[in-house]
């Protein structure tokens, strides 16, 4: 029988600690606060990767918020690559026609999702559409999207926890952490590999 995936000691380094991380979505929070002061915002996720920090931020805004939750997977490119093409497993389950929306990432790096998601969501006919991400991986960019507030801006180094994952695992770890070598170089346990 297979090994289980061994969450702590398969993390080569803390990139981002749970502190950093817990401050920096307060300071997000406050931010956001500030700038849709007596407006009501509709917080837009994209699952899986977002979760724990769309979680997290919201509790950190203190304007009324209403949340709604997209599923898009890429397909076309490798495992590590990502082409472009992006399908909707799940759609929006609202109109967001002249609302304020704050689409929220865990990671942007190449930004094919973003862009294709920026299209899709303006087309909604929001009032206005801001992006938020915990995580920016800008060496890695193929398409250049203003982002209005950015958690961290990182290195290009494969980076799982908070929501992150490496074949479906290590999404529950409390802080973003760079897998060892050795970990990815191996068959995940289930599903593929991804960027
Ligand atoms: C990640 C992340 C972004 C996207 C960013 O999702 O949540 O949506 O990749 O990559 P890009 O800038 O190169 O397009 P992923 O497809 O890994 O799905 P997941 O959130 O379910 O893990």
Redesign the pocket.
Known sequence: MKAPVDLQSDVGEVLVSEEQIQAKVRELGARISVDYAGRELTLVS?????LPFMADLMRSITVPVRIDLM????YGGTSTE?SGLVRILKDLSASIADEDVLLV??????????NYLVRYLRGKGPASLRICTLLDKPA?RLVEIPVDYTGFTIEDRFVVGYG??FGEFYRNLRYVGVLRPEVYSTPPAIGEP??
């Open positions: 994209v699952l899986k990767g977002s599923e898009v997977s890429s990502s990432e865990d990671i942007i790096d190449t930004g094919l999702t973003l890695r992150l994952d991804e960027a």
